[in-house]
Structures are given as C-alpha cells and as structure tokens.
C-alpha cells in the first residue's frame, strides 16, 4: 500500500498522480470486496485502502479549493 505525496509537484501532475492512485485502491478495493470470506488481515486492507481514497480525494478538493481562491483574486486585481 502506499500513499502519495505530492510535495514539489506541478497540479497537473499531482492531479494525475491522485486520480491514479484512486484508481487502483478502488480496484484493488472492489477486489477485496468481491471476496467471499473476512478476515481481519481483509479487514485491515479494505481500512487501508478507504484511507488512501480519502487522503486523495482531500488532496484534489484542496487543490480544487487553492485554484477557485486563486482565479477569484485574479479577478479582483483585474477589476
């Protein structure tokens, strides 16, 4: 498992790099979901990975929320 950090990255590049990592824990969770049997290792993984989702999506709404705050201010200097 592991996580992203995005530190020193263009957006673009962080954005891809979030959406990659989105995808393959939801990949990797719908298989785990798909199982027939738990367990708590399964447990624990299916935890994890519900982490990274989160963290990522966190990531791409703070980024989402820096780009609005920024094009709002260019707007007002404009003016």
Known sequence: M???SHVNLSPDCALDNSLSAIKQAN???DFLLSRME???ILLVSQIQLC????VEIA???SSLARDLKHTHLSHLEIR
């Open 51 to 54: 982490d990274v989702l989160l």
């Open 27 to 29: 990949f990797q969770l």
């Open 38 to 40: 738990t367990s708590p």
């Open 2 to 4: 592991r996580k992203f």
């Open 59 to 61: 990531g791409i709404r």
